[in-house]
């Protein structure tokens, strides 16, 4: 596999350039042009511009820092709850571990986003009720994960002698049971670090995320619907790079599947 | 089997227990007054007051939730804020759109995955299966609100084949239907293909092969049968997903569904119209997955045996 030229490659190289230039380019992504209007992409401005004359591309990689932030504390603040979450609820057991496995079906009834949709509408928009609502969401996920796993972890041999020594409980998850489960939260938070991202870009597309004049890949296809007939690279443009980067997480999260023989 | 048919509806009662109370709590959620959000701050006191007791706000929280129980009992959601109108009739009357659409999109991702999934199958790691896979990794990355305004682009534009949004006939019904069903289909061709490939290495299949049988009839009569079980369950998850309102796909496209009729709650701030639809869409998604269970059972007599 490595070094290897192939899609995924070429694809993550993409992504490596676009956060170089993010991180170094000087952007004006607010950048309000009444000549530059709905203008198709260009030697000049080589993606156009939107409805107000700014810049999409910067538009794009403004969008870019938003979207990655936000899915990357949502994704670790998921991972934190839901594994505190699955890890204690497995290995209490008894009654704590039935009342905890019941409230995660019940988040698990809301089928997709619909629970965060339901939040984000409720709370009004901003970026701070974008990561509670997909946060609600999200930590589901981890910690049925990490209760399924601890499950079976906690009666292996090692764990049996450490409770024989009389090691306790919070070192014996801490040292002996947690580090078990590094490789399938590792797979997990990447299928989930594509998922937020579609959740974000969703929840902005919705009217209920980012707000104006802030730039999110999501908000930028729900304004350029708006144009469909005459610039259709308003959506076509932020709808091509949001695939492109879920698309690398999902094919990440194979290889990374593949390579930490998960499953 | 009565044992488990007991345990999966004393289940889905606990669950659907579990979720109206989420949704109970959903309005004390709302920053400030909910009150002053939903009337805005020019509302009149008597006006705030008037609409505070009819939703029961004035009350102690635990005697609201009494209310609230005791409503959801006679299947009493409340009214709408807006349109004064209950909120049991709003969603009848935008239910017909959503199961229309669902059956729609369902059909379209069956006839797009089953083709997709056994060709990947039956030519394993050649490329019809590298093929074939990628499509699917391709659908599954493709969110429905970038998927939709290709499709309009593409259909209604470019070619003015069909109908941008609305709801006016068949015609206006295949772009939504194809958003849905595709992305479906991706998810069910890669579960078909995984299910095909475990049924076919069986002995069972060696030796119908041994006995002479056709391809085709080992196909239809020993593979699809068997490889069908896990499938009909992630067809049941996804039925209910559908059901419960494909809330993006039916705002592109202007469908009169429920998903549409929850984000113009959220719009119109009508929280009770807002809880109404959200208790509706995952009922019914807890519904279709516990009727799901049941079936797998029913079809499947190992674990009707075994349990």
Known sequence: MRGRVNFTNVLLAFWLLLLLIGITAELHPDEVSLAHILQPPSS?????????????????????????????????????????????????????????????????AFPGILLAIALAGILGPGELNVIIALTAVGWVGFARLARAQVLSIRHYDHVSAAQALGQPSYRILLLHIVPLLAAPIIVEASFAFASVMIA???????????????????????DGSRYLLVAP??????????????????????????????? | MWGVLASRISRFLLVTFGVSTLVFFLIHLVPGDPVEV????????????????????????WQQLALYYQHLFQLDLGTSLHSSQPVVTIIMSRLGATIELA??????????????????AKRHRQWPDYLSSSIALFGISVPNFVAGPVLILLFAIYLGWLPVS???????????????????????????????????????????????LSETRILFKHIYPNAMLPVITLLGLQLGGLL???????????????????????????????QGCVILISVSYILVNMCTDILYRVIDPRIREAT
């Open chain 1, 44 to 108: 000049e401005l080589w993606l156009g511009a939107d409805d107000l004359g700014r810049p999409v591309f910067d538009r794009l990689i403004a969008g870019a820092r938003v979207s990655l932030l936000l899915a990357v504390i949502v994704v670790m603040i998921s991972l934190f709850v839901g594994l505190s979450v699955g890890v204690l609820s497995a290995y209490i057991g008894g009654k704590f571990d039935n009342v905890i496995s019941h409230i995660i079906d019940i988040f698990l």
């Open chain 2, 38 to 61: 939903m009337l805005g701050e020019s509302a009149s006191v008597t006006d705030r007051e008037a609409m505070r007791v009819s939703l029961n706000l004035h009350l102690p929280i």
């Open chain 1, 200 to 222: 974000e870009a969703g929840l902005s597309f919705l009217g209920l995320g980012v707000q104006p004049p802030q730039a999110s890949w999501g908000s930028m296809i729900r």
């Open chain 2, 103 to 120: 059956i729609a999109a369902l059909i379209i991702a069956i006839l797009l995955a089953i083709p997709l999934g056994t060709i990947a």
């Open chain 2, 244 to 274: 419960a309102g494909a809330i993006i796909t039916e705002t592109i496209f202007s469908w009169p569904g429920i998903g549409l009729l929850t984000i113009e709650a959220i719009q119109k701030r009508d929280y009770p119209l807002v």
């Open chain 2, 166 to 212: 609305g709801r006016a006939g068949v015609a206006s019904m295949v772009l939504p239907a194809l958003t849905l069903g595709t992305a479906m289909a991706a998810i069910l061709s890669r579960m078909l293909r995984s299910s095909l490939l475990d049924v076919m290495h069986t002995p069972y299949v060696l030796s119908a092969r041994a006995r002479g």
């Open chain 1, 233 to 263: 690279h308003l959506t076509l443009i932020p709808g091509l790079v949001l695939m492109s980067a879920v698309l690398l997480f999902n094919l990440a999260g194979d290889r990374l599947r593949d390579h930490l023989n998960v499953k």
